[in-house]
């Protein structure tokens, strides 16, 4: 592999690494700081939008690391709406589109 591959794959572990192992929310907290600077010194580009993402959303992503759970369950039925909801164009009732919701995903 190429130096610079090697290096952008060593980052993607770490923070891999950070959400798979650390359990307490402190420690995650200065991981990812640590790691949040690993990548600033890197000058990798690809990253930036990441740490946009990190940037913004930084509270909400520690949160993760007390209970560890997402928001990926919201997701996934919002995702299965839509779908839905894209099957059936031009639903004059309402009550009916709801009716079939409620009784394939509930």
Partial sequence: MYPDIKKAYGLTQQLRGIYNNQNNKHIAMAKLAHWYRNVEDSGFKNFN??????????????????????????????????????????????DFFLFRLSNLFA
């Fill in 49 to 94: 939008i990441l740490l946009n993402t990190i940037t913004v959303n930084y509270q909400s992503i520690l949160n993760y690391f007390d209970n560890r759970s997402t928001n990926a369950s919201a997701e996934s039925f919002n995702a299965k709406v839509k779908a839905f909801r894209s099957q059936f164009r031009g639903v004059r009732k309402v």
